[in-house]
């Protein structure tokens, strides 16, 4: 209805869309730079934020920027598993000879990153989603795991995402060790009101949609509401073209807004 209403090639917001067409805000900038660094030196990267607040789709852009001849992505989602299942992820997603006891686990996760730096001449990059939910044993397990110790450079990328009280977690004493060895942090913020308005009218000029769709008050209102959260941004936007749309109205205006954040 959206689409056919206001004459829009496709729905904005999509989360499939081409990594080349994301809003480059100031955060998202920042955080594509420590990203590159991260995957120049290597090493264990922290990057948290609130729900909804782009963590994904920053991590989107970085795979999507990397040499699949030089680098492999294994993606662990599972953050409240056992030490021993833990290890178990890992070991299946290197591809490894099955094994039960620990020690056989942590052998083969070892030998498996060993064989893909030094005989493939692969860096591969671990990223474990949802991280403030780790148990905390699990944290020194992984500090274990990565231990290396062959040209003097960690042969592995690790991004560690979650939430934003994660950062509060591992200020703790009992996480000093695993902290100190976190080479880069970030930390995404919501978005400013001006780049809060640009981040709908860039999503609504990719469908073709103009800037003419929103009033100033429909804009003024979206920011109020959501607070420059992405997430929240988007998912008010959408709401506000179904109630305008249905409303037979051609302009988004602050009584759209307000009707679509009750439902928000």
Request: aromatic share 10%.
């Amino acid at each position: 209805m959206i689409r056919s209403h206001f004459s829009l090639k496709d729905m904005p917001f999509k989360k499939d869309c081409p990594t080349d067409t994301l809003f480059q805000s100031s955060v998202f900038e920042e955080g594509v730079k420590r990203l590159d660094h991260i995957r120049e030196h290597r090493g264990l990267f922290l990057l948290t934020g609130d729900p909804g607040s782009g963590k994904t789709t920053l991590l989107r852009h970085f795979y999507h920027s990397l040499n699949e001849n030089a680098y492999r992505t294994f993606y662990i989602p599972l953050a409240t598993v056992s030490v021993t299942d833990f290890y178990r992820q890992l070991n299946y997603l290197l591809g490894c000879e099955k094994a039960h006891r620990k020690a056989d686990l942590f052998r083969n996760i070892q030998e498996g990153i060993k064989a893909l730096v030094q005989n493939r001449k692969i860096v591969p990059v671990f990223v474990f989603d949802e991280v403030h939910l780790l148990k905390n044993e699990n944290y020194s397990e992984l500090q274990i795991v990565l231990n290396f110790d062959f040209d003097s450079v960690m042969p592995a990328i690790v991004v560690l995402a979650g939430q934003s009280h994660l950062r509060d977690r591992l200020a703790r004493d009992i996480f000093t060790s695993f902290d100190q060895r976190i080479a880069l942090k970030y930390h995404l913020i919501p978005l400013g009101k001006n780049e809060c308005n640009e981040y709908i009218l860039s999503a609504l000029k990719q469908v073709g949609g103009t800037a003419s769709l929103f009033s100033a008050n429909a804009l003024e209102a979206i920011y109020n509401n959501t607070q420059g959260n992405l997430r929240e941004i988007a998912n008010l936007t959408t709401k506000a073209l179904l109630a305008t749309a249905i409303a037979g109205k051609n302009i988004v205006t602050e009584e759209e807004v307000f009707l679509a954040s009750k439902e928000v």
